[in-house]
């Protein structure tokens, strides 16, 4: 992790010194962890890609209908970033949050079946792909509205330091959030208060399929935490150990001394904005995608292990296979679970 | 029985509120020691602390939001709008998060947004709105508009302890110019049900806000010429209380819905449509609106005189549809 302003002037690039120089430096930061963290670490990745696959077909078999953001190609942030917290934290996302659920532990089942609009979904079918909440595990959410929940993410800090909880507060959105209001009323907002919050700016490039240089002024996004004078950091979203690392210096900083801090995570979605659209073609070229999925966070953390003797082949195959099978019991279950009743239809909208 | 002004009904509500319950807090522009632009929370940040009564930046969508956010966890915040025509700052915060929370996950966000609303202050077109329809169209909202000095302590106590989000409507004309019997102790209004103010029978006038008191003037003068009005006070335009009007309605048989928000898309609208529904075979005549004009609010005096429904034209349109 960079801490303070970053030396990385193009985005859009790999970093010179290429995969080799990557590798390297992840595998040290590998050898400084316990060997079972750097397993679970695998283990939550390879989950969400395989969850999101399956949602890919399942949406092209009909099965899951509306709007739905996959996020292939971001695993790192969402795991790295998730496992750096204690169980008594809370955490919230945009819409592109399925994977962020499932590196929280929450249940594939009622994941799933919320995409399939069941009875049985997280939200009993009533929000769909962009609404994935379990308030036992403090994940408060899953956000439709661009940037909406980054004002909720103060509050639920501000109520951890005034009833003395010891709760640290994770806030994801995408790097075409930063250019709303509500993020710099929340920015000042909780260095203001002094809220222990942590906003991370999973910058993936693209805000729908426009390039962020296209719709912000300056490129290193973790610079606007400098109009508040909060502490701010750059790590490497390809990198699931950066990730960690970083995440884990703000965990620190938030618990310790109830400070906040701004990180940009930088990224890449190696699908579509949605299922809707194409991966490339439009805004983006074949080229270019194909570039990025050299830096695949699961293909150099696998090759990162196994180097450093932790893991062997015979090891993610048998990871791969029960992870395909807990995704393959998520649809048994969302495939087998009631449809909501017209009786559901008004439930839920106010409260006794 | 101690006299208190609406604006001082209110704040002894919210004082008793903090007392009860330590997971009450106020956030708000200049709610501290300014007391709010019209000192509705005066003395509060003293008695309760910075921790209680916080100063914000002026940001209403961050607000709005952190009370959310505060209220998942437990709490029950209560935010002011200096005025309430800046809740549009905050609005997505209130319409797409706060009403839809419950609805999502099962999670309630027991938070109260409120503020003075409402002309006759000469406010011009960003000090006078009354907005509240914007609300009122929004499901998981609670609306709530109180006219007595009585029922404003008793219905933020109801706001601030029910589970929904509520938006209250406090009208600004009435913050000091309304005065009434207010009971020292605890006591609380129930949302959803309206009073029935005045008790007539040749007109049923719906109204709320500071329109209550329009009608009852205009009742007054129009007993002397024979004319008699029931007036009805909604109090709660979300949910609001269907089966009041149905019944004033019914026995009156003639309806005038009242109200200072413009016409198109105003709470009369809705009224007209349930009654339309409901109560047609009752009806001895047509439903009747008197309502401000589509305009925004003008600041010249005569011209927000102009705009405002008044004692005049009410008793106008009274006598008319008497006698139709």
Same mark, same amino acid.
């Given at each position: 992790m960079k801490s303070g302003n970053s030396s990385r002037g193009a985005v859009h690039v790999p970093e010179a010194g290429g995969a080799e120089a990557q590798l390297a430096e992840q595998q040290e930061r590998a050898r400084q962890k316990d060997p079972q963290l750097l397993k679970d670490l695998l283990e939550k990745m390879l989950l969400v890609r395989r969850f999101e696959e399956k949602c890919a077909e399942m949406y092209t078999l009909g099965k899951i209908g509306g709007f739905c953001h996959l996020y292939i190609g971001q695993e790192a942030v969402a795991v790295g970033a998730i496992t750096a917290l204690e169980p008594q934290d809370a955490v919230l996302c945009s819409y592109r949050e399925h994977g962020h659920a499932l590196a929280r532990s929450m249940d594939p089942g009622p994941v799933m079946a919320e995409l399939f609009g069941k009875s049985t979904g997280c939200s009993k079918g009533k929000g769909g792909s962009m609404h994935i909440f379990d308030q036992s595990l403090g994940f408060l959410g899953g956000h439709g509205i661009v940037g909406g929940q980054i004002p909720l993410a103060a509050g639920v800090a501000f109520a951890a330091k005034y009833l003395n909880q010891p709760r640290v507060t994770l806030c994801f959105f995408g790097e075409a959030a930063v250019n709303i209001g509500s993020f710099h009323e929340s920015l000042n907002l909780a260095q203001l208060w002094k809220l222990p919050v942590i906003f991370i700016i999973?910058?993936?490039?693209?805000?729908?399929?426009?390039?962020?240089?296209?719709?912000?002024?300056?490129?290193?996004?973790?610079?606007?935490?400098?109009?508040?004078?909060?502490?701010?950091? !750059?790590?490497?979203?390809?990198? !699931?150990?950066? !990730?960690?690392?970083?995440?884990?210096?703000?965990?620190?900083?938030?618990?310790?001394?109830?400070?906040?801090?701004?990180?940009?995570?930088?990224?890449?979605?190696?699908?579509?904005?949605s299922m809707s659209d194409p991966a490339h073609g439009t805004y983006r070229t074949k080229e270019e995608l194909a570039e990025h999925r050299q830096r695949d966070p699961i293909k150099r953390y696998t090759s990162t292990l196994e180097s450093l003797g932790i893991i062997n082949q015979e090891y993610i195959d048998d990871l791969d296979s029960k992870i395909r099978e807990v995704v393959g019991q998520a649809v048994t279950f969302a495939d087998e679970s009631p449809d909501p009743t017209a009786e559901d239809l008004t439930t839920n909208v106010y409260l006794p | 029985m101690p006299q208190l002004t609406y604006l001082e009904a209110i704040r002894q509500g919210l004082w008793e509120e903090m007392e009860r319950d330590p997971s009450v807090f106020l956030l708000g522009e200049d709610?501290?020691?300014?007391?709010?632009? $019209?000192?509705?929370?005066?003395?509060?940040?003293?008695? $309760?602390?910075? +921790?209680?009564?916080?100063?914000?930046?002026?940001?209403?969508?961050?607000?709005?939001?952190?009370?959310?956010?505060?209220?998942?966890?437990?709490?029950?915040?209560? #935010?002011?709008?200096? $005025?309430? +025509?800046?809740?549009?700052?905050? $609005?997505?915060?209130?319409?797409?998060?706060?009403?839809?929370?419950?609805?999502?996950?099962?999670?309630?966000?027991?938070?109260?947004?409120?503020?003075?609303?409402?002309?006759?202050?000469?406010?011009?077109?960003?000090?006078?709105?009354?907005?509240?329809?914007?609300?009122?169209?929004?499901?998981?909202?609670?609306?709530?508009?109180?006219?007595?000095?009585?029922?404003?302590?008793?219905?933020?106590?109801s706001s601030i302890r029910d589970n929904n989000p509520v938006i209250f409507y406090e009208h600004k004309y009435l913050y000091r110019r309304i005065r009434d019997e207010v009971p020292a102790e605890d006591y609380v209004v129930p949302l959803g049900k309206a009073a029935v103010r005045r008790e007539g029978t040749d007109i049923a006038?719906?109204?709320?806000? #500071?329109?209550?008191?329009?009608?009852?003037?205009?009742?007054?003068?129009?007993?002397?010429?024979?004319?008699?009005?029931?007036?009805? +006070?909604?109090?709660?335009?979300?949910?609001? +209380?269907?089966?009041?009007?149905?019944?004033?309605?019914?026995?009156?048989?003639?309806?005038?819905?009242?109200?200072?928000?413009?016409?198109?898309?105003?709470m009369a609208g809705e009224l007209a449509a349930v009654i339309a529904e409901k109560a047609f075979e009752d009806l001895d005549g047509p439903i009747v609106r008197v309502t401000a004009p589509d305009t925004p609010v003008p600041f010249s005096p005569p011209l927000e005189e102009y705009f405002l429904p008044n004692v005049q034209k009410l008793t106008d349109a009274a006598r008319q549809l008497a006698a139709y």
């Open positions: 999973e910058n993936n490039e693209f805000g729908m399929g426009t390039p962020i240089l296209k719709t912000s002024s300056i490129r290193n996004l973790s610079e606007k935490a400098g109009s508040y004078e909060m502490a701010r950091a !750059v790590v490497d979203g390809m990198d !699931v150990l950066s !990730v960690y690392d970083g995440l884990s210096e703000a965990v620190e900083r938030a618990r310790k001394e109830n400070l906040p801090t701004l990180i940009e995570a930088r990224t890449y979605r190696f699908m579509g904005h | 709610i501290g020691p300014y007391g709010g632009a $019209f000192k509705v929370t005066e003395g509060m940040q003293k008695k $309760f602390g910075e +921790d209680r009564v916080i100063d914000t930046p002026i940001s209403e969508s961050a607000i709005v939001g952190a009370a959310i956010g505060a209220a998942l966890m437990g709490m029950r915040p209560v #935010a002011e709008m200096q $005025f309430m +025509d800046f809740i549009s700052c905050g $609005f997505d915060q209130i319409v797409n998060m706060a009403a839809k929370i419950h609805y999502r996950w099962g999670a309630p966000v027991p938070i109260v947004i409120r503020g003075p609303s409402g002309a006759g202050v000469h406010g011009g077109p960003y000090h006078s709105q009354s907005n509240e329809m914007w609300f009122v169209h929004t499901p998981g909202l609670k609306v709530v508009a109180p006219a007595t000095a009585y029922d404003a302590k008793g219905l933020i106590k006038v719906i109204t709320y806000g #500071a329109m209550v008191w329009t009608a009852l003037e205009a009742a007054d003068l129009l007993a002397q010429k024979g004319i008699s009005l029931e007036i009805v +006070d909604l109090r709660t335009l979300l949910p609001y +209380d269907e089966q009041c009007v149905l019944s004033s309605v019914r026995k009156c048989s003639k309806v005038i819905l009242l109200h200072e928000d413009t016409r198109v898309g105003g």
